[in-house]
């Protein structure tokens, strides 16, 4: 499954927290991305002291991997919450953590990406990011931040330029490694064949409901590492559904297991040896989410899960416009719906 990092901290209770080795860091060595990550994206998009609370909590917990956008608005709170978590002796330095963020489909344009990564970096009070990821394999008309967005914004996006760039950001040092997400196989084929430095990354929806076989495999054999967003549905988002969390199935074996849905949801994703990274306010739920490391389902639970039917969550109707760079679904996604 990966090897362990043991999280130092001074709660009262101890996470040892699998890692997965990342190809390509700016170093020129393999580094380690936590299994385990915190998401701070909440919606509406807003930053607040909640998120910088829970984060606090995460930390205290054991959490070392941490992910966040500038569509977000939540890098300034992760970045307070560094600090204060550096000052309070949560964690002895800033090397201890794994920081993600995104480049938004309005910096993704290649005079963009480099003013984009160091606003980033202004926001979160650092000298580096761990991981830095195109968010979505579009672009829209430079200044724009709102989600949904006016369709009329829609551009297509100049993959070669924009990833060049990319990867002038890990030289540079501002990023260790890069990576993409929401990309097709097609999408992550097409970026390989002009890519001096592959993604390390690609993140997607994945959960027992969309199970990404074919992606998952693909990525797998050019050594691309996904890292599950929504494992759990994101229930109460534009980009989730209730699905997850109302599957009969993940329900019955939760019970059997005595374990909560939403722990049978993250076992799954992690022994399926992807990484994931999973959003919580409740102290509770932080933990409970954690909880998942010292135990397995057993091979009929997983070919239970096997047989779920498949449904992407968020379709991504957003990005599909008569006059934009996908016309359909089909387009966005390759045929992968």
Known sequence: MGSFLVAENVSSRSINIPVLPLASSSTGKTSNIPVLGFGTATYPFVGSEIVKEAILDAIRLGYRH????????TERNLGE???EALSL???ESRQDLFI????????????????????????LGLEYLDLYLIHWPASVKPGNYDFPFDKEYLLPMDFKGVWEVMEECQKLGLTKSIGISNFSCKKIQNLLATAKIPPAVNQVEMNPLWQQRKLREFCHKNGILITAYSPLGAKGTPWGSNGVME??????????KGKTLAQVCLRWAYEQEVSFVVKSFSKERISE????????????EVEK??????????????FVADHGPYNTLEELWDGEI
Do not use: M
């Open 100 to 123: 993600t963020s995104k480049l938004w489909c309005s910096d993704a344009h290649p005079h963009r990406v480099l003013p984009a990564i160091r606003t980033t970096l202004k926001n």
């Open 66 to 73: 941490f992910d966040t956008a500038a569509l977000y608005q």
């Open 81 to 83: 919450a560094i600090s």
């Open 289 to 300: 989410n954690a909880d998942i490391f010292e135990w397995e389902l057993f091979p009929e």
């Open 89 to 91: 002796g949560l964690i």
């Open 305 to 318: 899960i096997n047989q779920i039917p498949q449904k992407r969550g968020f379709p991504g109707f957003e």
């Open 247 to 256: 599957c009969e199935t993940l329900k019955q074996i939760a019970d059997a």
